[in-house]
């Protein structure tokens, strides 16, 4: 049996994934080359594997997904703003695309 170990880096530039927690639909997932529970990819380096940026519809109706006040004691609701700007459907303005 093999042991999933959960990362918190991305697999491609190892970079931390905190801030840009997200699911999408395994159809974009499967698109980008990964594996469930494959790892993780920032938003990035996903984007590069697809060879588009993401855009809302790629995400599921996850909790985690939502922008959601009520969501916000987790910690996975503090996100970059590459990460909203997606979520929201709108691109980032110009400074927002720095990782961090
Ligand atoms: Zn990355």
């Not at 639909?25 to 938003?43: I, N």
């Not at 993401?54 to 922008?67: K, P, Q, V, Y």
């Amino acid at each position: 049996m093999t042991t999933w170990r959960p990362t918190t880096h991305c697999r491609d530039c190892g970079v931390s994934v905190a801030g840009e927690w997200y699911t999408v639909h395994d159809h974009v997932w499967a698109a980008a080359g990964m594996e469930r529970l494959g790892g993780c990819l920032c938003v990035g380096c996903l984007e590069a594997r697809l060879g588009r940026g993401l855009n809302a519809a790629d995400f599921t109706a996850a909790e985690i997904n939502s922008l959601d006040p009520k969501w916000n004691r987790y910690a996975w609701a503090s996100r970059t703003d590459r990460l909203v700007a997606r979520l929201l459907d709108c691109a980032p303005l110009p400074g927002q695309l720095s990782l961090f």
